[in-house]
């Protein structure tokens, strides 16, 4: 065999030899037996979590700080948690804390403005927040790696010197005016806000909230002074984590933040929660005829992380109602097919008492029935405890879980420095899986009935009542929770005399017959049709505009829109709107403004100032009348010109546009239309600032609108 042959044959060789052993190596390994139950489905151990160990030190002022390096991208990310919050600022300027920690960004420092400082960050790729909350404070820069020192002096400068400018200021709490104005419009959010301040109170550290009148009285100063209390080293948390070494980080950062004087200071206690908190069992009741599902939440004050109870109560909750496995999804909603979402949860806070809740949303007609189901798995829970198979799913639930909350280095560096603020330990994280895995049957059996009181709890019912399967009050007594939002306060006018009464219905009786006398009181319904332009942040947009007004309270307006065209309605019952998107119900927060515009409206106001209804009376002027109706607590103030007794000015406080403000329309241009003068030209001020103009190109009095256009569509 030649040299070449050899080869051949030693390569088919192989290649055969090869083929047999993958062959081989292809046959499958028996296989186990297929589970015939998920239930008895097999899985290893969890791995340990493996949490960094950080190097934390203390710089001379105070300041903690925690490092730990991580390679893995060019980064570095610094936050810091300070000891501050809106539970320590004064219930009457309820908001202080959140706009001071919103504009100690916007409003930039003493060396850089807000928006010197955007274009800095932009050039950089670099972000940098802050943020006041309930019970702390954060502020943080996340920067590449190179720009490092300059996005530390950059925290350093907005963390000591804020310049709180007072346009920013201003902007913020517009911010706020228009959640306030918004907060009824979603059904779930009242439902858990106001369980939340139903079991702490609403005039206490874990209860209130900003009003309009509570953001009214803050000053630039009160911001100043926030700052200054709080924002101390002494009550600063420093975690970075990202590309670096750790002794150089510390270097950097005690060039940039040790020089930071030490305030001296208390750091201030926990406020103590309200002994009445434990106290709160009932019936309550929301009604808002607006919806047509119903939300029920009832529980009660609840405990600590720190508590040795805190894990064997995680299990229980777990069990009751923590997931898809749960007794309250599996009974109440797959069972009985009651509830669209429920669930419970024992929400322990970290240094003062939580809140322990079950719920559960449904339609209207089934709400008693889901609050006894509710109550009855709760009662269950607290009679018998749990099963062996429930108490092995809730832990391994729970813990494969866990494993989630650790899947950044951020996210474990921001854990330690909570820890630390809060004054746990540093092995939390190994203590609570380690006490989850010890939690018994017994142990779950001995919480929930030390601790599931049935006939201790606050049950809070949000829906529309003439739909309940039957009357909330067969419960029990019922307590009703208002709300409504409070409007913000307006000058107080002094008590009409029969002099200025008497003088005010005479200057409005001119401008009556100024603008047509008998043709005006002959009005039943008019329609305007005008161009309005708007004044935005982006600019100016126009927009056409018709609305027909009827004075027996019904209202109808088309807008068009470069999106398309937008109607809105009220039938005398309720308000509606249209969009390309679709047909819905006007928001809580606007169906409020609808009876203010109609006692605004001019023509309705100059018809009926002479009932006894209303109360009118002049400003001290002959140029200024005050109309009120003392039922809706409403007002307006009307401004004539006493050369033509026509209307020049309307002053009132409403939502246009936004949250509730001092709104003027300026009028001019006057011109017949059907026997009556209207102005042509309005110009819209909110705070003194334009925000709109209208120039009316047509009027037509007494169109005579079919009733129908007014009821909501029922076509999208």
Same mark, same amino acid.
């Given at each position: 065999?030649?040299?070449?042959?050899?080869?051949?044959?030693?390569m088919?060789s192989?290649a055969?030899?090869?083929?047999a052993?993958?062959?081989?190596?292809?046959?499958?390994a028996?296989? %186990?037996?297929i589970p015939? %139950?998920?239930?008895?489905?097999?899985?290893?151990?969890?791995?340990?979590i493996?949490?960094p160990?950080?190097?934390?030190?203390?710089l001379?002022?105070?300041?903690?700080? /925690?490092?730990?390096?991580?390679?893995?991208?060019?980064?570095?990310?610094?936050?810091?948690?300070?000891?501050?919050?809106s539970?320590?600022?004064?219930?009457?300027?309820?908001?202080?804390?959140s706009?001071?920690g919103s504009?100690?960004r916007?409003?930039?420092?003493?060396?850089?403005?807000?928006?010197?400082?955007?274009?800095?960050?932009?050039?950089?790729?670099?972000?940098?927040?802050?943020s006041?909350?309930e019970?702390?404070?954060?502020?943080?820069v996340s920067?590449?790696?190179?720009d490092?020192?300059?996005?530390?002096?950059?925290?350093?400068?907005?963390?000591?010197? @804020?310049?709180?400018p007072?346009?920013?200021?201003d902007?913020?709490k517009?911010?706020?005016?228009?959640?306030?104005?918004r907060r009824n419009?979603?059904a779930?959010?009242?439902?858990?806000?106001?369980?939340r301040?139903?079991?702490?109170?609403?005039?206490?550290p /874990?209860?209130?909230?900003?009003?309009?009148?509570?953001?009214n009285s803050?000053?630039?100063?009160d911001?100043?002074?926030?700052?200054?209390?709080?924002?101390?080293p002494?009550?600063?948390?420093?975690?970075?984590w990202?590309?670096?070494?750790?002794?150089?980080?510390?270097?950097?950062?005690? !060039?940039?933040l040790g020089?930071?004087?030490?305030?001296?200071r208390?750091?201030?206690?926990?406020?103590?929660?309200?002994?009445?908190a434990?106290?709160?069992?009932?019936? /309550?009741?929301?009604s808002?005829?607006?919806?047509?599902?119903?939300?029920?939440l009832?529980g #009660?004050l609840?405990?600590?992380?720190n508590?040795?109870?805190?894990?064997?109560?995680?299990?229980?909750?777990?069990?009751?109602?923590g997931g898809?496995?749960?007794?309250?999804? %599996?009974?109440?909603?797959?069972?009985?097919?009651?509830? +669209?979402?429920?669930?419970?949860?024992?929400n322990?806070?970290w240094?003062r @008492?939580?809140?322990?809740?079950?719920?559960?949303?449904?339609?209207?007609?089934?709400?008693?029935?889901?609050?006894?189901?509710?109550?009855?798995?709760?009662?269950?829970?607290?009679?018998?405890?749990?099963?062996?198979?429930?108490?092995?799913r809730?832990?391994?639930?729970?813990?494969?879980?866990?494993?989630?909350?650790f899947d950044?280095t951020?996210?474990?560096?921001q854990?330690?420095?909570s820890?630390?603020?809060?004054?746990?330990?540093?092995?939390?994280?190994?203590q609570?899986?380690?006490?989850?895995?010890?939690?018994?049957?017994?142990d779950v059996?001995r919480?929930?009935? &030390?601790?599931?009181k049935t006939?201790?709890?606050?049950?809070?019912?949000?829906?529309k009542?003439?739909g309940?399967?039957q009357p909330?009050?067969s419960?029990?007594?019922?307590?009703?929770?208002?709300?409504a939002?409070?409007?913000?306060?307006?000058?107080?006018?002094?008590?009409?005399?029969?002099?200025?009464t008497?003088?005010?219905?005479?200057?409005?009786?001119?401008?009556?017959d100024?603008m047509?006398g008998?043709?005006? !009181?002959a009005?039943?319904?008019?329609?305007?049709?005008?161009?309005?332009v708007l004044s935005?942040?982006?600019?100016?947009f126009s927009m056409? &505009?018709g609305?027909?007004?009827?004075?027996?309270?019904?209202?109808?307006?088309?807008?068009?829109?470069?999106?398309?065209?937008?109607? %809105?309605g #009220?039938?005398?019952q309720a308000?509606?709107?249209?969009?390309?998107q679709g047909?819905?119900?006007?928001?809580?927060?606007?169906?409020?403004?609808?009876?203010?515009?109609?006692?605004?409206d001019?023509?309705?106001?100059?018809?009926n100032?002479?009932?006894?209804?209303?109360?009118?009376?002049?400003?001290?002027?002959?140029?200024g009348?005050?109309?009120?109706?003392?039922?809706?607590?409403?007002?307006?103030?009307l401004?004539?010109?006493?050369?033509?007794?026509?209307?020049?000015?309307?002053? +009132?406080?409403?939502?246009?546009?936004g949250?509730?403000?001092?709104?003027?329309?300026i009028?001019?241009?006057?011109?017949?239309?059907g026997?009556?003068?209207?102005?042509?030209k309005?110009?819209l001020?909110?705070?003194?600032?334009?925000?709109?103009e209208?120039?009316?190109?047509?009027?037509?009095i007494n169109?005579?609108?079919d009733?129908?256009a007014?009821?909501k569509?029922?076509?999208?």
């Amino acid at each position: 065999m030649n040299r070449q042959n050899f080869l051949t044959a030693l390569m088919i060789s192989v290649a055969l030899g090869s083929g047999a052993a993958a062959q081989q190596a292809a046959k499958p390994a028996p296989r %186990s037996p297929i589970p015939k %139950s998920y239930k008895d489905l097999k899985y290893p151990p969890l791995n340990d979590i493996k949490v960094p160990e950080p190097a934390r030190f203390e710089l001379s002022n105070g300041m903690v700080v /925690y490092l730990v390096e991580d390679h893995e991208l060019p980064t570095v990310t610094i936050s810091a948690m300070i000891r501050s919050g809106s539970r320590w600022e004064p219930i009457a300027r309820a908001g202080v804390a959140s706009i001071t920690g919103s504009v100690m960004r916007t409003g930039g420092t003493a060396t850089r403005s807000g928006d010197q400082l955007d274009e800095e960050l932009d050039r950089l790729a670099a972000v940098v927040e802050t943020s006041i909350g309930e019970d702390s404070g954060r502020a943080m820069v996340s920067v590449l790696k190179e720009d490092l020192d300059r996005g530390l002096s950059i925290l350093a400068d907005v963390l000591q010197h @804020p310049a709180f400018p007072q346009d920013k200021i201003d902007l913020a709490k517009i911010q706020q005016r228009d959640r306030i104005a918004r907060r009824n419009d979603d059904a779930s959010g009242i439902a858990f806000r106001e369980f939340r301040r139903l079991i702490f109170g609403k005039d206490t550290p /874990y209860g209130h909230q900003p009003e309009y009148d509570t953001l009214n009285s803050i000053a630039r100063e009160d911001l100043v002074a926030f700052h200054q209390q709080y924002f101390q080293p002494e009550n600063v948390i420093l975690g970075a984590w990202g590309d670096f070494q750790a002794a150089d980080m510390r270097a950097r950062i005690e !060039k940039a933040l040790g020089g930071w004087a030490r305030g001296g200071r208390q750091k201030p206690p926990a406020p103590p929660v309200d002994p009445a908190a434990s106290s709160r069992a009932g019936l /309550y009741q929301i009604s808002k005829e607006d919806v047509t599902q119903s939300w029920v939440l009832m529980g #009660y004050l609840g405990g600590k992380r720190n508590h040795p109870d805190y894990y064997a109560l995680t299990v229980m909750n777990d069990i009751l109602g923590g997931g898809f496995a749960s007794r309250l999804f %599996s009974n109440v909603r797959s069972a009985q097919g009651l509830a +669209y979402a429920v669930g419970s949860n024992w929400n322990a806070g970290w240094d003062r @008492p939580g809140t322990f809740t079950a719920l559960g949303s449904t339609k209207t007609e089934t709400t008693v029935k889901i609050l006894e189901s509710i109550r009855h798995e709760l009662r269950t829970m607290a009679e018998a405890g749990a099963t062996d198979d429930e108490l092995a799913r809730a832990k391994d639930s729970i813990l494969k879980g866990f494993a989630f909350e650790f899947d950044s280095t951020g996210e474990i560096v921001q854990r330690l420095v909570s820890y630390d603020y809060y004054g746990y330990p540093l092995d939390y994280l190994q203590q609570y899986r380690a006490n989850i895995e010890k939690v018994t049957k017994a142990d779950v059996a001995r919480v929930a009935k &030390q601790y599931v009181k049935t006939d201790q709890l606050a049950i809070l019912v949000l829906g529309k009542e003439k739909g309940f399967d039957q009357p909330l009050s067969s419960l029990g007594p019922v307590t009703a929770i208002d709300i409504a939002i409070p409007k913000p306060k307006e000058e107080a006018l002094a008590a009409a005399t029969p002099e200025a009464t008497a003088r005010g219905k005479a200057i409005l009786a001119k401008v009556r017959d100024a603008m047509g006398g008998p043709a005006l !009181k002959a009005i039943k319904e008019y329609t305007s049709v005008a161009t309005l332009v708007l004044s935005t942040p982006q600019g100016e947009f126009s927009m056409k &505009q018709g609305a027909t007004h009827n004075l027996s309270g019904k209202m109808l307006s088309k807008i068009q829109t470069p999106m398309g065209e937008i109607v %809105s309605g #009220y039938d005398g019952q309720a308000g509606w709107m249209k969009t390309p998107q679709g047909v819905r119900d006007l928001p809580a927060s606007e169906q409020a403004e609808v009876a203010g515009t109609f006692f605004r409206d001019t023509v309705s106001l100059l018809q009926n100032f002479e009932s006894g209804a209303l109360t009118v009376q002049s400003l001290g002027t002959d140029d200024g009348v005050a109309v009120e109706d003392p039922a809706r607590k409403l007002q307006v103030k009307l401004y004539v010109d006493p050369a033509t007794n026509l209307l020049v000015k309307k002053s +009132y406080t409403a939502a246009l546009m936004g949250a509730p403000g001092a709104i003027d329309e300026i009028y001019s241009d006057y011109r017949e239309a059907g026997g009556v003068k209207f102005p042509h030209k309005v110009v819209l001020n909110r705070e003194g600032k334009k925000i709109g103009e209208q120039t009316v190109t047509e009027i037509k009095i007494n169109p005579g609108l079919d009733d129908s256009a007014y009821k909501k569509p029922t076509a999208p």
